[in-house]
């Protein structure tokens, strides 16, 4: 059982925000969580939750804090699926032999061995790319190839091999026999492997070092000591202990919500005097839980394809601060051909929540302008998510 009288007094600027299964946040003090019960104090005293009800912890900033970027990372492990483990190539010896699995040094998770076919991209120190885009965003990874890019701009597109003292990849060769190349490992700024995501499921960690992993075990003490154990293969087979106060955000029951960002448009327009409609785009592309603002510029209409009927549909609008005086939209939510949702934002009405039931399989955003002209008319989806019915 679980006791509630060591719990410290609720205060409203709370550190955590709890998605609950109905898309709903609230924040709320963390207190522990054992044997898939959550009990949190929230403003209506200390409650434990069943975990199926709960969707994901997000770690909330409080007002007057700031946090500081992470430092860029020396080298940086991109699983398909969207894990990301920062640390170095675990290599023993220069004699050592490329294999099927590449040997990981993360700081403290330990060493790790993960399969090739998992890897999606590694990022060595010779890297000067963007340290924040991943190569599914970009389109880096040739859907019939893996490429070996070198540290003097050179390239090698092929199969890769193994990934150890040295990169090995297959390339073509002359008469179409394929032949093994290695490239020592010093030279090598990246790899890209042409790999497939896992579908969406299970448990998954943020933390504010930007490490993101999936669970087996996830523990919460009263003290506020995280443990957990991870499927990637460690060396160790201890639980990894680490403080509540590192962890961004957890997300649990991974398949039966998405965050919108995951989602891309299935199509983009604006009526004809725009020449130009530019896609939503994300703020924060590596926010935790994949919830980062997404900026969306009027007039214009999107539309989402979703995975079913019936799915929930929640977001915080906001117009940005520069262009509340001159924005005055309608922002218009459809699904199955039927309006769920409009509301007008300008200079006196800025924000709106937005929680509805989508009834089609698609979800469509529409921002009308509604006075001054089509100026400044953009707004600000924050948190938005999904959820199946």
């Known amino acids: 059982m679980l006791l509630a009288t060591a719990v410290a007094p609720f205060v409203a600027a709370s550190e955590h925000l709890l998605l ?42 409080p007002a007057g804090r700031t946090t500081a970027a992470p430092p860029r990372p020396a080298a940086l492990l991109l699983l398909a699926g969207g894990q990301r483990l920062h640390g170095m190539p675990g290599v023993a010896s220069e004699d050592e032999v490329a294999g099927d699995a590449l040997r990981w040094r993360h700081p403290w998770l330990g060493e790790l061995e993960v399969p090739i076919e998992r890897v999606r991209e590694v990022r060595l120190p010779a890297w000067t790319g963007d340290a924040d885009t991943d190569a599914e965003r970009t389109g880096g990874v040739d859907e019939a190839s893996d490429r070996v890019e070198l540290a003097n701009g050179d390239a090698l597109s092929g199969f890769v091999l193994g990934i150890a003292a040295e990169v090995e990849i297959e390339v073509a060769a002359s008469g179409d026999r394929p032949r093994s ?86 199509e983009v327009s604006g009526p004809p005097t725009r020449w130009r409609v530019p896609a939503p785009r994300e703020l924060e592309p590596r926010a935790a839980l994949g919830l980062g603002a997404i900026e969306a510029w009027g007039p214009l209409e999107v539309r989402w394809e979703l995975p079913e009927a019936g799915m929930g549909f929640a977001a915080e609008l906001e117009l940005p601060e520069d262009a509340r005086a001159w924005a005055d939209l309608a922002c218009v939510i459809e699904s199955g051909g039927r309006e769920v949702f409009r509301r007008r934002l300008d200079d006196a009405n800025p924000r709106a929540d937005l929680r509805v039931e989508l009834p089609g399989r698609d979800l469509v955003l529409r921002i009308e302008d509604t006075g001054n002209g089509p100026i400044e008319d953009r707004v600000i989806l924050r948190r938005a998510r999904l959820a199946r019915p």
């Not at 003090?29 to 009800?53: F, K, N, Y």
């Not at 943020?206 to 490490?211: C, G, L, N, V, Y």
């Not at 990894?240 to 995951?262: K, M, N, Y």
Request: glycine share 4%; no cysteine; hydrophobic share 50%.
């Open 20 to 61: 609950a299964d109905d898309l709903s946040l609230r924040p709320v003090e963390v207190v522990a969580l054992e044997d898939d019960l959550l009990t949190v104090r929230d403003a209506g005293g200390v409650r434990t939750l069943p975990l199926a009800s709960v969707f994901a912890l997000l770690a909330e900033t």
């Open 181 to 266: 190349v290695s490239v020592p490992i010093e030279r090598v700024a990246r790899v890209l492997v042409r790999s497939q995501a896992p579908p969406r499921s299970g448990r998954r960690a943020w933390f504010h070092e930007r490490t993101v992993i999936d669970l087996d075990r996830f523990a919460i003490a009263e003290g506020g000591t995280v443990v957990l154990t991870t499927p990637l293969e460690r060396t160790s087979t201890k639980p990894v202990a680490v403080e509540l106060r590192d962890l961004a955000a957890v997300a649990f029951s991974r398949e039966r919500w998405w965050p919108l960002g995951a989602l891309e448009p299935a």
